[in-house]
């Protein structure tokens, strides 16, 4: 029953305090039933912190947020599917910078600012543009993100100052959307808010990119791509977030 009781609490709320997480290593048979419920459903259960956490390993699970979801309570009105792309690639970057570009197991740094976010994911759709457009063609149909779409959809905004060009009928700003990201991230506990426009991993976070992020088999290939050519300049600079 104590279980089941842990599952429910982690199927309502996705997460249980001290206590339950005390119970879920201390008793393994709860451990396992937990563990086993979760799999029924295609998720996994974490510790992260002094928190217990369950998230959804596959589209397939009910617990997965669907791009419909996410456009309808996190984006604009009228987002379309390349708003979604474009939210992936800033939070991938996001990761990158907290993680030397995938190259460490471990943050690099404890923080990042909005506006250096901001251009880090401007530096990388640069890089993108430059690739062949044939070659974009093919690497959409190996990792189904449409790369063509996120460029034209980050080019289509104003620029890093917040002057804002008209789309769609609405003003949107690069920075705008960045902040859009950031509330999504703070909502789902994956980023905390640490004031002055700068944000920090949490502990959640940080279990779900050592167990899925560096993994070839949950990427496939996607920060190979995106990382595959460095930017020249500003290479090898300390950030103000660094530790």
């Given at each position: 029953?104590?279980?089941?009781?842990?599952?429910?609490?982690?199927?309502?709320?996705?997460?249980?305090?001290?206590?339950?997480?005390?119970?879920?290593?201390?008793?393994?048979?709860?451990?396992?039933?937990?563990?086993?419920?979760?799999?029924?459903?295609?998720?996994a259960v974490?510790?992260?912190?002094?928190?217990?956490?369950?998230?959804?390993?596959?589209?397939?699970?009910?617990?997965?947020?669907?791009?419909?979801?996410?456009?309808?309570?996190?984006?604009?009105?009228?987002?379309?599917?390349?708003?979604?792309?474009?939210?992936?690639?800033?939070?991938?970057?996001?990761?990158?910078?907290?993680?030397?570009?995938?190259?460490?197991?471990?943050?690099?740094?404890?923080?990042?600012?909005?506006?250096?976010?901001?251009?880090?994911?401007?530096?990388?759709?640069?890089?993108?543009?430059?690739?062949?457009?044939?070659?974009?063609?093919?690497?959409?149909?190996?990792?189904?993100?449409?790369?063509?779409?996120?460029?034209?959809?980050?080019?289509?905004?104003?620029?890093?100052?917040?002057?804002?060009?008209?789309?769609?009928?609405?003003?949107?700003s690069r920075?705008?959307?960045?902040?859009?990201?950031?509330?999504?991230?703070?909502?789902?506990?994956?980023?905390?808010?640490?004031g002055n426009?700068?944000?920090?991993?949490?502990?959640?976070?940080?279990?779900?990119?050592?167990?899925?992020?560096?993994?070839?088999?949950?990427?496939?290939?996607?920060?190979?791509?995106?990382?595959?050519?460095?930017?020249?300049?500003?290479?090898?600079?300390?950030?103000?977030?660094?530790?």
């Open positions: 029953m104590k279980a089941f009781r842990l599952y429910t609490l982690l199927a309502r709320d996705s997460t249980a305090g001290k206590e339950w997480l005390q119970l879920y290593m201390s008793d393994d048979a709860v451990r396992g039933l937990v563990d086993q419920f979760a799999r029924e459903v295609d998720c974490l510790i992260a912190g002094e928190q217990l956490y369950m998230i959804p390993e596959t589209r397939l699970s009910p617990f997965h947020i669907s791009n419909e979801t996410l456009k309808r309570t996190y984006l604009r009105a009228n987002a379309v599917n390349a708003d979604l792309y474009l939210m992936y690639v800033c939070i991938i970057v996001l990761i990158g910078a907290f993680y030397d570009s995938y190259q460490t197991m471990e943050p690099t740094r404890s923080f990042l600012g909005l506006d250096e976010w901001t251009e880090l994911v401007n530096e990388r759709i640069t890089l993108l543009k430059s690739h062949p457009e044939a070659e974009l063609k093919e690497m959409e149909k190996e990792f189904s993100y449409n790369w063509t779409a996120l460029i034209e959809k980050w080019s289509a905004m104003d620029d890093i100052k917040e002057t804002a060009s008209r789309q769609s009928g609405n003003t949107i920075v705008s959307f960045m902040d859009t990201v950031r509330k999504f991230l703070i909502a789902q506990e994956l980023a905390a808010d640490i426009q700068e944000i920090a991993l949490t502990e959640k976070t940080k279990v779900i990119v050592q167990r899925y992020f560096m993994e070839l088999e949950y990427n496939r290939g996607i920060l190979e791509f995106l990382y595959q050519f460095g930017v020249s300049e500003g290479e090898g600079s300390t950030h103000a977030g660094d530790l």
